[in-house]
Structures are given as structure tokens and as C-alpha cells.
């Protein structure tokens, strides 16, 4: 269908050409994200300054799905507040769980949308997330590590 198709795209084209992928010399938080399902780990740069995302990077190799579902967040959330980044998380979950419904509009969410390509492939739930959980718990603590678990 059609969005799987865009799925595929979306994750092709990030996974061939990840943007923000460098380390940041000047970031004010760095955490490493760890999924335990196969052992990836990405580490995740953040520089906040007074509630907003100024800039994000990462590193790390992961599978196709984690690269380019990093390579996505950091384009999505660059200049959201830390507010607006929460909102995503739960817009995100929602997606990822499947509970969307008609509570979404995936036209309004945009790309974020692609990555509800994820419930045709549940078993790499856990390789899409790990992004947002790492920025989530780098807006929390600060250069902990973290597990997707
Ligand atoms: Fe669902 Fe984090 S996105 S638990
Ligand atoms: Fe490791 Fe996807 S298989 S993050």
C-alpha cells in the first residue's frame, strides 16, 4: 500500500544519507542509547538553551530502521521546545503502539507519519524508538546510559 511504500522510501534515502550524523563539540547533553535486542547503540547530542532544542546529532551503527529513524527526529526536533519534543514522544507512542486511530492526523504529522510503517513490521519497534528514547531521557538526565527496554 501506500505508506508502507513511503516507509520504505523515507527509510532508504535516511539510512543511505542520515542527516546530523557528526559528533557535537558543543553539546550540552550526550547519552548513548542501547537497544537490547541486538545490542546497537547510538549516542545521541543535544545542545539545549533556555527549553529549546538548538541542535541534535548522532552517531552510531544501527540497523536501517534506527538510522533513519534518528536521521528523521533530529530534522523534526531541531528548534521544538523541550515541550513540543514531549508532545511528539506521545504522538510517537500512540503511533507505534497503534493507537493512532483517528486521533492522529498523519497528514498534519508528516514524516513522523512514515514511521507508522513500523506496526507493519512490530518486531523492529524497538529499533524506531531508539532515537526518541534516547532524546527523551537526554532532556531528563544528563550522559546517563540508557536501554530501550
Ligand atoms: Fe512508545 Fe516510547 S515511543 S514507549
Ligand atoms: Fe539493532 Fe535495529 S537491529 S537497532
Not at 30 to 45: A, M, Q, S, V
Not at 68 to 81: F, K, P, W
Amino acid at each position: 500500500d501506500s505508506i508502507r511504500d513511503l516507509y520504505q522510501e523515507v527509510v532508504f534515502d535516511h539510512n543511505r544519507n542520515p542527516r546530523n550524523f557528526r559528533v557535537m563539540d558543543d553539546a550540552n547533553r550526550k547519552i548513548e542509547g542501547f537497544n537490547p535486542l541486538c545490542g546497537d547503540r547510538i549516542t545521541l547530542y543535544v545542545k539545549v538553551d533556555a527549553g529549546v532544542i538548538e541542535d541534535v546529532s548522532f552517531q552510531g551503527s544501527g540497523c536501517a530502521i534506527s538510522t533513519a529513524s534518528a536521521s528523521l527526529m533530529t530534522e523534526i526536533v531541531r528548534g521544538q521546545t523541550e515541550a513540543e519534543a514531549e508532545h511528539l514522544f506521545e504522538t510517537f507512542h500512540r503511533i507505534t503502539t497503534g493507537q493512532d486511530g483517528d486521533a492522529v492526523n498523519l497528514e498534519e504529522i508528516g514524516k513522523l507519519a512514515v514511521l507508522a510503517g513500523v506496526r507493519a513490521y512490530p518486531a523492529r519497534v524497538k529499533c524506531a524508538t531508539l532515537a526518541w528514547h534516547s532524546l527523551q531521557a537526554a532532556l531528563k538526565n544528563e550522559g546517563e546510559t540508557i536501554s530501550t527496554e
